[in-house]
């Protein structure tokens, strides 16, 4: 093979590649309409999901400081094979939605109620930050660690979520960090410091 014909047949490669990936923004494509988990019929009830009825009906009187609700292919099957899902999260005053990443989607985010303060860091290590007003959306790119905080001391905020996979997956770092079972040794010198340190933020995650 000449030196040409291997360059051409290189690049050919190359850019057979990158359309691939090109098309592969959301999850794959499935070759049916939906995807039925039983066999045999099924009605309008399987594309419903009431799930989040209890955002608008009567409010919890003691809620947790800051709760998710989630309407992925797991809560909602007829999501499978759609590359969509849907989260509400729900802050008291005072609380944070702490780093984390959805692997498989970007996020848009919808602020319904109060306001927020959103952030998150590019794969150079800058950090965007924004200050979301009710009303506002936000979007946090695929893959890149995010948080939110209500900062308000008094007011409640809700927003709403939308993904781009049907499974967007959550890696919470805290817990991914120092709720598994890494060794004490490694996190210590991944963090510059000592075992003890390392055991102390430990123990603010064991239930
Ligand atoms: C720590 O991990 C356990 C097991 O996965 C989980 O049940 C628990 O909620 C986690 N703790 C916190 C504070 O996230």
Redesign the pocket.
């Known amino acids: 093979m000449s030196p040409s014909t291997l360059k051409v047949l290189l690049s050919f490669i190359i850019y057979t590649f990158t359309l691939v990936n090109i098309s592969r923004a959301g999850d794959p494509d499935i070759l049916t309409d939906f995807i039925s988990p039983i066999t045999g019929p099924i009605d309008a009830n399987f594309f419903t999901y009431t799930g989040f009825r209890v955002l608008v009906g009567p409010q919890n009187p003691s809620p947790p400081p800051f709760k998710v609700l989630k309407a992925t292919m797991i809560e909602f099957p007829s999501l499978n094979g759609q590359s969509v899902s849907y989260a509400s999260l729900q802050f008291q005053p005072k609380s944070i939605n702490p780093p984390h990443i959805h692997p498989r989607s970007a996020e848009l985010l919808f602020l319904v109620q109060g306001s927020l303060q959103v952030g998150f860091v590019d794969t150079t290590n800058k950090l965007f930050t924004q200050t979301l007003s009710t009303g506002d959306l936000f979007v946090f790119p695929k893959g890149l660690v995010h948080f939110q905080l209500n900062a308000d001391d008094k007011a409640p905020a809700v927003a709403i979520s939308a993904f781009g996979s049907a499974n967007a997956g959550t890696i ?1 770092l ?2 991914t960090l120092f ?2 079972s890494i060794s004490d040794n490694v996190l210590a010198l991944a963090f510059k410091t000592d075992v003890s340190t390392i055991q102390n933020l430990k123990k ?4």
Do not use: E
Not at 204 to 207: A, Q
């Open positions: 919470s805290p817990n709720n598994t603010g995650f064991s239930t």
